[in-house]
Structure formats: structure tokens, C-alpha cells
Nanobody
Framework: QVQLVESGGGLVQPGGSLRLSCAAS????????MTWYRQAPGKERELVTR????????TYADSVKGRFTISRDNAKNTGYLQMNTLKPEDTAVYYC?????WGQGTQVTVSS
């Protein structure tokens, strides 16, 4: 049974940081690229960042470049999203995506 479980979301003040995790099970995590998406209220889901199978190649949306860092630990079947210098416009539900499957999402709220 394929499962993707995100964690690490929460409420943070502008300028703060959060680290999201995406724990995978039920398939070979290291065989697939991983993508983080987010969906803000009233908006479409958007791609935030993607990492290759090996982790050597990454891409970022312009809105998060220089602030967010994606990484993965294939030995732990887990991917990460380090989010720094958070802004109110980063408020959204964040989802990880691999192999055609979505996690349940984790809420990130940036507010003072």
C-alpha cells in the first residue's frame, strides 16, 4: 500500500522557518523524483519545487527561490522541504507527490 505522509506544518510568524517532511512507504522511494506542491485558499495547486532521484538536480518556483530548499534521504524514504524567510503569501496546504500519488497535505500558515 502506497503512502505519503507529510508533517511539519504549523503557524509561524513572517520571517520564520519550517521544515516539512514527506515519509514514503509501499514503494521504492529512491526510484522516483519528488515534487512539493502547495494550494492556497481559492487558488489552484502550484508546483513549488522538485528534486531528482539522486537529489543532484532541483528546480524551484521563482516565488521560493533562495528561501526554500528541497532535499531527500533515500535511505530513510523521506523527503524534506526547508522553508526559510517565510512570507504570508506562503500560506497554503503543502503536498508531496511521487509516483502519481499525493500525500494528505500539511497546513502552513504564516501570520503575525
Amino acid at each position: 500500500q502506497v503512502q505519503l505522509v507529510e508533517s511539519g506544518g504549523g503557524l509561524v510568524q513572517p520571517g520564520g522557518s519550517l521544515r516539512l517532511s514527506c515519509a514514503a512507504s509501499g514503494f521504492t522511494f529512491s526510484d522516483y523524483a519528488m515534487t512539493w506542491y502547495r494550494q492556497a485558499p481559492g487558488k489552484e495547486r502550484e508546483l513549488v519545487t522538485r528534486i531528482s532521484i539522486t537529489g543532484y538536480s532541483t528546480t524551484y518556483a521563482d516565488s521560493v527561490k533562495g528561501r526554500f530548499t528541497i532535499s531527500r534521504d533515500n535511505a530513510k524514504n523521506t523527503g524534506y522541504l526547508q522553508m526559510n524567510t517565510l512570507k504570508p503569501e506562503d500560506t497554503a496546504v503543502y503536498y508531496c507527490y511521487l509516483r502519481g500519488y499525493w500525500g494528505q497535505g500539511t497546513q502552513v500558515t504564516v501570520s503575525s
